[in-house]
């Protein structure tokens, strides 16, 4: 054999171990790009499923806690006055109970609206306010029932939804003003508001004397505030 054949034989070899090393790295890239595709397709699927899924219960929940309120509320109502039906009649309809219950409150209400009612309702809470600890629990439930009843606007126990800065200079909170003071110095009367600020819910609060500078006055109704308050709370509950 030619000695400059055989020399220039080893010379090509790392050529063309070169060129089969690219050409299978050029295969191997070009099966990978499907898959790789395939992968991107499976994530942008994935992604649109989950926020419709996000979609769909934020939909549905506030209807499934409606329905669930209401039935839980036409429930309760009507089992007060089903099993009375049922021992006198021998026989259950649903709803019932509930027409009854929603009957019986209209008569309390049309009844305590009259100068016989207002009495009696004065000596029970005249009562209930000397009992230890019911006292406090009544006294608080009765603003709140007193801000949302709709004939007694101009005696309210909420006044006005405010806000103040509590429980640090940085930090605010919604309170309600229950009323107005005046705290007399040597100096001069300062003029106060009776401000009440809930904690955890808004039957049970603290009591705060502020004067106007303490407080930031809202556009906010009394009914909004309370609204507000209650929304807080149920995202705490969850």
């Known amino acids: 054999m030619n000695p400059d054949v055989e020399a220039a034989q080893p010379l090509n070899r790392p050529i063309d171990e070169d060129k089969k090393g690219a050409e299978l790295e050029r295969r191997q890239s070009g099966s990978l790009r499907p898959r790789s595709g395939s992968q991107a397709l499976a994530s942008i699927v994935h992604s649109w499923a989950s926020r419709k899924f996000a979609v769909g219960c934020a939909i549905l929940f506030p209807v499934a806690v409606t329905v669930y309120v209401t039935w839980w509320f036409l429930t309760f109502f009507d089992n007060f006055f089903s099993p009375i ?13 509930f027409i009854t219950s929603m009957c019986f409150i209209f008569i309390i209400g049309v009844f305590f609206s009259s100068w016989l009612g207002s009495a009696l309702l004065g000596i029970g809470e005249w009562i209930i306010k000397r009992l230890p600890l019911v006292k406090h629990i009544y ?34 909170a919604i309170a309600f003003i229950t009323g107005r003071t005046v705290l007399q110095t040597g100096a001069q009367d300062i003029k106060l508001n009776t401000v009440y600020l809930p904690t955890n819910h808004v ?18 109704t009394v009914r909004e505030g309370l609204g507000e308050l209650g929304a807080a709370s149920r995202r705490d509950h969850r």
């Open 203 to 220: 039957y049970v609060g603290d009591i705060f004397l502020l004067e106007d500078k303490d407080i930031i006055h809202t556009n906010l």
């Open 139 to 172: 006294s608080a439930s009765k603003q709140v029932s007193a801000a949302i009843n709709p004939e007694n606007e101009a005696s309210k126990a909420f006044q006005e939804c405010v806000i103040i800065r509590h429980p640090r200079k940085a930090e605010y």
């Open 85 to 97: 039906y049922y021992k006198l009649f021998d026989f259950h309809v649903f709803g019932l109970g």
